[in-house]
């Protein structure tokens, strides 16, 4: 069973900020957040995991709800590279479950 | 950091035939190995879990003996399909973490069974 909701696609400008938000309503307290990508053809690439707090690192900046029921990744400058399918996925032993996640598209 | 090297890329063979696929953590201990299998417009789903030293943790449904996995070192897996027929043809993803840390995948090898 998914325990994340994702919109199946979205489009972002180049240069701007993109919000991928995430829905895990069912996640549970030792649960952390992690978000992956994958790009066409390759292994999916670790952007930045958390567990309640807020959290930044040179790919992006993940922002958790109080209650932890949600999440949005913040690409802080989207580039035409950052096309790619986006997993947002909840776990608590590292047995990661891949959904369908979020086709972004970067249009120039 | 955190670099996950598989090998091949891409494989194309004969029915009957097994092949072997090497996984290698490059700069860090892999104290856990997964392997995942993703067919064409699929997610990837799990196929196993491999400490180093033990035997595998197959999922539901993955058959042990088609699909072996070595994990013998703290740096490397292998993932040998074994009499491959073209059902087994999909894009087989390693991945590889030390202890509480979180995954980093390798490139894949897409493998193709004629």
């Known amino acids: 069973d998914a325990k994340t909701t994702q919109p199946p696609s979205m489009d972002c400008a180049e240069g701007r900020a993109a919000n991928l938000p995430c829905n895990h309503s069912?996640?549970?307290?030792?649960?952390?957040v992690y978000w992956y990508r994958q790009i066409h053809s390759q292994g999916p690439q670790y952007i930045i995991h958390?567990?309640?707090n807020n959290e930044t690192n040179e790919m992006a900046s993940l922002i958790i709800t109080e209650d932890r029921k949600s999440s949005t990744l913040i690409l802080p400058h989207a580039t035409l590279r950052d096309t790619a399918v986006y997993y947002c996925i909840v776990d608590g032993n590292n047995r990661l479950a891949f959904g369908k996640g979020n086709q972004v598209v970067v249009i120039p | 950091g955190a670099v996950v090297s598989q090998h091949p890329s891409r494989v194309i063979c004969k029915s009957g035939t097994s092949v072997k696929i090497e996984c290698r953590s490059l700069?860090?201990?892999?104290?856990?190995m997964f392997w995942y299998r993703q067919f064409p417009k699929q997610s990837l789903m799990l196929m196993a879990t491999?400490?180093?030293?033990?035997?595998?943790?197959?999922e539901q449904g993955v058959e042990k003996d088609k699909f072996l996995i070595n994990h013998a070192s703290l740096t490397l897996s292998t993932l040998t399909v074994t009499s491959a027929h073209p059902e087994d043809s999909s894009f087989y993803i390693c991945?590889?973490?030390?202890?509480?840390?979180?995954?980093?995948f390798g490139d894949g090898t897409r493998l193709s069974i004629l």
């Open positions: 069912t996640i549970s307290g030792n649960e952390y």
């Open positions: 491999s400490n180093e030293g033990s035997k595998a943790t197959y």
């Open positions: 958390g567990l309640k």
């Open positions: 700069d860090f201990q892999a104290t856990t």
């Open positions: 991945s590889a973490r030390d202890t509480g840390q979180p995954q980093h």
